[in-house]
Each structure stands twice: as C-alpha cells, then as structure tokens.
C-alpha cells in the first residue's frame, strides 16, 4: 500500500512537471505607484486570454498584464495621468490614447482624461509568428475594459474633439 501511495505521488510530480515545461515564464513588470486603486482591480479582472493571436501570460506586479511569448504587449495600471501633450491623441471605444510614438515599432500608449491611467507598451514587429502586433487589435480589445475607469478629461484640438471647457 505505501508503494502504491509512493508511485502515486511520483507520477503525479512527473506529469506536474510535464505541465509547467510548456508553460511560459512569468513576466517581471513592476506595479505603478496607483496601481492600488479600486478601480485597477477591476480593470484587471476583466483583461482578455488573448490579444489577437498573442496569449496572455502571469505577471508578477499587481495591476499589470502580458501577452506574447515573448511579451509583445504590456500593461500598467496605475500610473501617473499625463497632463496636456502634443502627442498624437487618438479615440477608441470612447476612450482617449495618446500615442507616443518615439521609439517605433514599440508604441507607449497611455489613456487621457481617464483616474486611474492605464499605460500600454506594445511591440508591432516581435509576435509568435514574427508578425508582430497591431496596435488597433491592442486598442480593440483593451478600451472597451479601460472604458469603465472615471472620466476626468478628454483629449482636444482634433477635429473630432468636443473641447473642454
């Protein structure tokens, strides 16, 4: 009977150990001063399996995400609300991105006008397949989560724009 309990414990440690080798490592990100808030828990709960054909991935920070292997797409939330820019402002899902373009093929997109800021860095040339990400499958699938967060704000001098007063 104890060999029986012994060889039971083995091939379950075997088949755990199978498990893990195909599974991605844990992301290393670190959590924005904010990322605390209410409001980023729940942002974090709803975050999608997959973005496009990039999988999600565990993160050790709270209020973080990753998906790709390697990590294409990163995400923070919690930090600090940028104030007015120049930068490229765009609207998806009624959410207000600025895109920071300085360091293409790798975008920093961060919301405006939203209390938490959630901030994403993504990668459109590294994918599984090469191929890299889009960043309107990026917004597609992030804004409508990210819409919930408290509107303080609105980006403003684009034609589309209400201005605020």
Do not use: K
Not at 9 to 14: F, K, R
Not at 84 to 109: K, Q, S
């Amino acid at each position: 009977m104890r060999l029986t309990h012994f060889a039971a414990t083995v091939a379950l440690a075997i088949m755990a150990g199978i498990g893990l080798t195909g599974c991605a490592a844990t992301v290393n990100l670190e959590p924005a001063d904010g990322s605390d808030d209410p409001a980023c828990a729940e942002v974090s709960v709803r975050l999608p399996g997959a973005i496009g054909d990039q999988p999600r991935r565990w993160t050790d920070a709270q209020a973080t995400g990753a998906w790709g292997d390697p990590a294409t797409i990163l995400l923070t939330c919690g930090v600090t609300a940028p104030g007015p820019t120049t930068m490229r402002c765009e609207t998806v899902a009624g959410v207000d991105w600025i895109i920071d373009e300085t360091d293409a093929p790798r975008f920093r997109v961060t919301t405006y006008g939203r209390t938490p800021a959630v901030e994403i860095y993504l990668d459109t040339e590294v994918g599984d397949d090469g191929a890299g990400v889009s960043s309107r499958d990026v917004l597609d699938a992030i804004s409508p989560i990210v819409a919930t967060l408290p509107v303080d704000g609105q980006c403003v001098g684009r034609e589309d724009a209400t201005p605020v007063p």
